[in-house]
């Protein structure tokens, strides 16, 4: 990594020409910001290993802070009709889209997190916009549970949901944006005030949101952001007392220990975690689309979405011609590039240590008898690439996309454990049986795909993979009204469309009587 110095033409393209200071928002305002070094953490692009600014190191009196402020403004926030509700997230998902914030947003994205602009532009942002657009609208319309006439006929059973409080939101550095608001649009929806904890390797486009929020005027202390660590600030999120709710997305392990410390006080919690997702190509499949969508799920994203598909189970009959086509087509679709660049379809990774992690799977395949198909390696530039680009690449956490073959699908690591990164392996199968075992042979169950003609096989084995979405001859198709949410060691609870706003609020029963 070069050494850390300002990225001064990082900064200019957001309009800065200062590093950026990130500071807590709380009650509307944004905190004093930290003088002492040692309670900040740099904000580095990693496409550089450049700064872009500080975020604090947040505490658990700052913590303490957003929850006062966060309680306070509860039973008003509650109190406001849907329709008036529905009308802040509009305005929100308006400001997202405005021409002031859109683009800076997503120049943010891509600088922070290292992701190709392209997807910043066309994924990250457009999904933040409509995660508030859509929960705007489901608001206004949402009945979910009727009421009843009893068999007495002069009771009445009504189902009464309420907002369930002030929530805490813990959101993973891969999707920042995208991830955090899927979480605040319905939980201020719903009418629960909020407190989020945005991962400290990306919190730049949780800050700009802040911004939205202060520009937009949404009463104070509804929207509240504590910046900083998993391990304290994170920490003191989870186990406060008077905090009833908590929506955490990210690993399975830190997942685990959220589950513990909210056990004792039985806090609601909901859990989206980490996955490990197979695909599996039939013999009758359309190759060229198995071959295509399976380079997409393997490294949109560099491989860092959680619904990548890391793990490829190809029928015999087939799979050299798959294994062949799909190198092809990844060398010469997937190509590493500048992130900025409108043309890049493989950005970095989102931080040198995490490159450092995805590497050493890499070296662990090596030993465990793996062939690198393609990839593996750092990317190489020509001299006919632009000075900044050539920079870039021989200082920032890129990875090629790499096609791992040869593992043994019973004992390998590399095929149990979640890589997080551009790598997929490739496993041959003979029968449908031993495919479906194999696919369900990890701790994880979050997503699956399936590629095949016959209607009854892709039925039988989608049916039969233990995850909690699967695709058929497709791969992301996504409706936020779905139900969203892993199986298994993947998660816990359910989120999108009704399911988001039911874990947002509490159910109690009212018997009225004539
Ligand atoms: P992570 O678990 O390290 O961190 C996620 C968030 O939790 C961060 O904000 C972090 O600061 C915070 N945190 C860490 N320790 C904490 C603690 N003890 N108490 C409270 N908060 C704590 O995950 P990550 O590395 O940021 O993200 C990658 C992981 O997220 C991968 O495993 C990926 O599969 C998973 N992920 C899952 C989904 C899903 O929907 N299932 C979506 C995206 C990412």
Redesign the pocket.
Known sequence: MASKSIDYEGLRKIGVDSPIFVTNFINNKFSERHENINNLISIINPSNGKILGYLPDSSTSEVEAAAEAALAAQESWAALPRKERSLWMQKIADRISSSDWFEKLAMAESLDSGKAIKFCRTVDIPRAEQNFRYFSRLITVWHPDPAIIGDDPSTLHYPHRKPVGVSGL??????PLY?LTWKVAPCLAAGCACIC??????SLTAFFLAKIMEEVGLPSGVFNVVF????K???????HPRIPA?S????????K??AL?CAPMFKKVS?????KNPSIILPDCDLDLAVFTSARAAFNNQG????CMSRVYVHASIYDQFVEKLVKFTQENFKVGHPQDPTTTVGSL?SSS?LDKVKSYIELAKMEGGKLECGGVFPTWDEASAEETRQCLSAGAFLEPTIITGLDPCTSRVIKE?I?GPVVTINKFEDIESVISMANSTNYG?AACVFGKDGQTTRKVAQSIRA?MVWVNCWMVRDINTP???LKQ??VGK?GGSHSLEFFTELSNITLMD
Do not use: M
């Open positions: 813990i959101s993973p550095w891969n999707l991830l904890k945005p991962s400290e390797v990306t900083g660590t998993g391990y600030a994170g920490q003191a999120l989870v186990s908590i955490f997305t990210g690993g399975t392990e830190t997942g220990k959220i410390t859990l989206e975690l980490g996955g860092q979405i959680c619904l989102s995490h979640e997080f979050l909690g969203f949410g892993g993947s998660g989120e």
